[in-house]
């Protein structure tokens, strides 16, 4: 959410920061409704400030024995006019929140303009792409060795589903224990189980309301969770927490639930996007002189997994036009698959600074003091286990259709050193 009363300061530099992700001025919108918001308050406080005067003016009246009849008739009208004025202002209110509600995050000063990706800017390389002739793809090689069963996930729950067996099932859960193990026991991380429903005030909190209610599957009052992004920073909600506690930093790994709703005809084969996903997800709470460092901490967390795995990747930072609705800078992480010959995402670290907070009403104090400020969230993939285990899939392929387990893996696999049929 955005701060009305910077809108109203400096309308200007609101409309800059939207024309760089590609969008229209709305400061001429925002303002309009406001003043005739603060108008219909202002109209309100007058109106039953009246009322309270023409109560005691009629009570004198009729002591000193005056007609009182040309104040009671003021008075009923006030009585008639005031409810509508008091519904103009509420229904004034919900429009200006929705308009507000609505409006992304502003980028960072330093973020890239662009319109898609194409405008990403690469920061850093690690590790050379692996060659490997004749590279399957993911799928191929899962359906090859009879343990990865897209037929059976179809029959039972149709497109963007994933049965996994054996080996490859053992593999994903070897995986997220060994992202967790990294995660709490190197870089500080408190694990977290949440809920995995939740209801729609914690998704508006993190963005994905009400813009975003199509990507979303309901049941009944809840919703289930996209990212575990949603119920680790929502842990904040409405809190006033000790600016000296801060950071606070989360992981989990849940389950994730996706409609893909805008992805019609994108990755339609294999596991790249799915209903359904396993992901190990860090989110940080932080003051907010604190966010850009850890910022910059988390990614270095997330490129841990992959440089331990062995797996090639890079490091670009997202232009205005691919940025996501809640975040003012993002560091997305790419995985080398020689299978497609090209980086895909794998982790997305994303500074969100005070706009979730606001959303939220998550604040910090410093011990002593009375000031508030809004906290600061950031979130990121550490990593998506599902797009994991196709790195490892393609990148540790063997000639004869086996896979390799990488040795960091392998304490958590009982010692197998090869995925076989």
Known sequence: MHDLRAIRENPESFDRGLARRGLEAMSPAVLDIDSRRRAAQTQLQEMQARRNEAAKEIGLAKREGRDAQPLMDEMAQLKERLPQVEEEEKALGAELDGLLASIPNLPADDVPEGPDESANVEIRRWGEPTAIANAKQHFELGEALGLMDFEAASRMSGARFTVLKGGLARLERALADFMLDIHTGE????????????????????????????????????????????PLTNLVNDQIVATEELPYRYTALTPCFRAEAGSAGRDTRGMIRQHQ???????????????????????????????????????????????????????????????????????????????????????????????????????????????CLIAVLENYQQPDGSILVPEALRPYMRGLERITA
């Open 187 to 230: 870089h500080g991380y408190t694990e977290i189980a949440p809920p995995l429903m939740v209801r729609d005030n914690a998704l508006f909190g993190t963005g994905q309301l009400p813009k975003f209610e199509e990507d979303l599957f309901r049941t009944g009052d809840h919703y289930l969770i996209p990212t575990s992004e949603v």
């Open 277 to 387: 996903f396993w992901k190990v997800e860090m989110v940080s709470v932080t003051a907010p002189d604190q966010s850009e460092a850890e910022h910059q901490r988390m990614t270095q967390c997330a490129e841990t997994i992959l440089q331990r795995l062995g797996l090639p990747y890079r490091v670009v930072t997202l232009c205005t036009g691919d940025m996501g609705f809640s975040a003012r800078k993002t560091f997305d992480i790419e995985v080398w698959l020689p299978g497609q010959n090209m980086y895909r995402e794998i982790s997305s670290c994303s500074n969100c600074g005070d706009f979730q907070a606001r959303r939220m009403k998550a604040r910090c104090r410093p011990k002593g003091e009375k000031q508030t400020q809004f906290v600061h969230t950031l979130n990121g993939s550490g990593v998506a286990v599902g797009r």
